[in-house]
Every structure is written in C-alpha cells, then in structure tokens.
C-alpha cells in the first residue's frame, strides 16, 4: 500500500509519551519524516530509535516551547534541516484540575504556558513554511492540527482555567483557518474526551481522587485512537478539510 505522506515533513510537539508519541509513529509509518519535539531528550532518542527500526526517518529536536525562542528555534532547525514543513502537530500540553479557590497559581500559569502560548509560538514560527509548502508542494496543500479537548466545548467545575485555555485553542483555530484556508493551508481541530495517557498524572493527590469518581467508570480512549483520527485528517485531498474532530470514549456521557 502507498505511503500517503511520501516525501513530507511533519513536526509534533509533546512527542515524548502519549498522544504525540503514537502521532510522531503514525504519520512516520505513512511516510512522513517526523521531527520529534520535547523536553525530555531520553524519551524522544527512544522514540526515533523506534521509528527508524520501523523503517521511518525521525529527527530529535529537545526544546521547551513555552520559551518563544526554543519554539523558534525548533522551527528553523527542521527548515535547515530538511528545508520544508508540510504538517504541524500542536499537541504540548498540561492538565492541572481543581477549584479555583485557592488554587495553586502557578498551575495556571502553567497551562497557559503550555496550552496557550506554546502553541502560539509553535503556530507563529511554522506558518510562513506552511504557506509556502502548501504552495509549492506537490501535495499543494499543508496541515496545522491544534489538539484541544472536550473542554474547549463543554466548561465544568474544577476546570476553569484548563477550559479557559481550551477554549483559547478552539477560538484560535477558527479564526486562523478563515486566514489561511483559502491559500491551502488546512487548520484542523483535535478534541479527545478521556484518553489513557500521562496527561492526568500532574494534578495534586486530592484532586485525583475526585477524577477518580468522574472518570472511574469509562474505558478511555487509547493514545493510538487519537493518532488514527490525526492521520486521517492529515491524509484527505487537498479539497477535504477537516476542520474539528470530537472523540469520546463510547460510555463517556459529559
């Protein structure tokens, strides 16, 4: 069967376990070239040694994006490299719940660091290689796929800021897409409900155990269920955008 990403290059942000990692194989397996995007350098060698053992081509890039600089860098890095982009994965992020009375501050600043201002960062620096890519690729075409969550379109108690931030990606997203759909830069919209990953693991013990009873009862979707999703979205036509994709698992009722 034919690779559907022959020849492209795919950058994904968070590569290091989860989400990105399963995204980082799957567009490799596709035959994408994958530059590989974390903070943790250990996690991400294993991974491209993963991926090359596969036959894919992958490339180590350690940065945090919440630097704008770092972001910048890992942008320019991929161009020096390989002198093209043709598909960004913005999936760096952080969930930290609880009350927001007497929350612990610096976990906002935290997810805004991450959720909000790393993707802009990430965004800001690849568009101009997107554009260009979308018009002088054979694919004619390139991708910016944002992964939010349910709680970019459903806010509760105990989420304020993670939903604040969520819904900062949904909003931008959108109004990105209106920019630079019609120059053939497709921006699409990722939104997992439950997902098994590390994602969960940051927030403090007390706060765990009121996950617990929310979430207790659903089988959670796989990290591969969100890769599957993402390469579908990346692999359309030039003429096909799919722009938002929601995804729960089956006995998730929120």
């Known amino acids: 069967m034919a690779q559907k990403l022959q020849g492209t290059v795919a950058l994904v942000t968070g590569a290091s376990s989860g989400i990105g990692e399963a995204t980082a194989k799957t567009l490799a397996a596709q035959g994408a070239t994958v530059v590989v995007v974390a903070r943790r350098k250990d996690r991400l060698d294993q991974l491209a040694a993963d991926i090359t053992s596969q036959g894919g081509a992958a490339f180590v890039i350690e940065a945090d994006i919440t630097d704008q600089a770092q972001a910048q860098q890992a942008i320019e890095q991929t161009i020096q490299k390989y002198n093209r982009l043709d598909i960004v994965i913005n999936n760096a992020g952080v969930m930290l719940l609880g009350p ?88 699409g919209l990722i939104e997992p409900g439950v997902v098994q ?58």
């Open 197 to 254: 990953t590390e994602l969960s693991s940051h927030v403090r013990s007390e706060v765990m155990e009121e996950m617990g009873k929310l979430f207790g009862d659903i089988t959670p979707l796989e990290s591969q269920d969100i890769a599957d999703a993402i390469e579908y979205v990346v692999t359309r036509p030039k003429h096909v955008a799919i722009n938002e994709v929601l995804i729960r698992p089956t006995d998730q009722e929120f």
């Open 100 to 187: 927001a009375e007497n929350a612990p501050t610096e976990e906002w600043d935290r997810m805004v660091s991450i959720n909000v201002n790393g993707l802009l960062h990430i965004s800001h620096a690849a568009l101009p290689h997107l554009l260009k890519a979308a018009e002088q690729s054979e694919r004619k075409v390139a991708d910016l796929i944002n992964i939010s969550s349910v709680a970019g379109r459903r806010a509760g108690a105990g989420s304020a800021v993670y939903n604040m931030t969520k819904f900062g990606v949904v909003a931008f997203s959108e109004a990105l897409r209106q920019e630079v759909t019609g120059r053939g830069v497709r921006v």
